[in-house]
């Protein structure tokens, strides 16, 4: 298959996969679940659950960071990483500092979702949404939602979430009443005021301050994926949607990805070894 400008490194441009050129990164770890932030990337080590680092500019394996746990979940942002780990019958949120410090909540629920903004981090549990500032004070409410709510998006005026009856409902963080922005959803995000979810015509997107709504494209209805939005386009798997074509931007192994912008940064595995690469989601091939 055609994959359009792979890029070497997170500063320069180049091929990857099939063009022969080299990945940013080789890992011997069976790799998912990528994150960004400004020094490194972190990735799920699916063998052990565990969470690796790995230097942003070298592609460098720097280590595996402390976790008890199998690790379920991966945000980072800015000079941060989090993740969520088990604990016994219930979960743990650990986020760590550039510096090495590790600081921890308990969540009250079985499941919590977290986010990564450059507020800091957020997190839905049960019927709260809250925000655990840069400071490590202790995390404050945002928003009281529907029982069982998952938050897919947090901006300055709204929390977005998914409800157990699949719906989208956006909570106003001044308190004021909810309401639904998707009676139904499939597979739903939220980032940079567009919201976008699998439909019978394929991939929906629109945008939340005008309302502008469209088809970015149909990725096969049966093709199992977590939709990214990286500027214009919408990554489903191996797909890239975006004004209304579908192209196979990555391979079929893909096994994860984190969008900066609209940089896809995209891990492939073979079950054994890992390698990442980069591309960026808008390049129209000329």
Sequence with gaps: ??????????????????????????????????????????????????????????????????????????????????????????????????????????????????????????????????????????????AITGAGAKAIGIDLSYVYTTEIDTSVVKYPRTGEPSEVVLPMSKDAIVRDGQIAHRTSEGIRERDLTSGFDRVVGAPPADYVCELLIAGRAVMCGKYRAMDGMLTELLDEDVSGYAAVGKTVVWVKTDGKTSEIYKVDAELVEQ
Excluded: H
Aim: overall charge negative; proline content about 4%.
């Design 1 to 142: 298959m055609k994959r359009l400008g792979l890029l070497v490194a997170l500063v320069g441009c180049g091929g990857g996969g099939e063009s022969g050129e080299p990945p940013l990164a080789e890992i011997d770890a069976q790799l998912t679940a990528l994150a960004v932030n400004d020094t490194s990337l972190f990735a799920i080590d699916a063998k052990d659950s565990s969470v690796v680092e790995i230097g942003l500019l070298d592609g460098a394996l720097i280590g595996k960071l402390p976790s008890n746990g199998a690790v379920s979940e991966l945000v980072a942002q800015g000079g941060w990483v989090a993740w969520v780990e088990t604990e016994g019958s219930g979960k743990l949120i650990r986020r760590r500092k550039t510096g090495g410090m590790i600081e921890s909540t308990r969540a009250q629920t079985a499941a919590p979702k977290i986010l990564a903004t450059s507020e800091g981090l957020f997190y839905s549990d049960g019927m709260l949404v809250a925000i655990w500032k840069e400071d490590g004070s202790n995390p404050d409410r945002v």
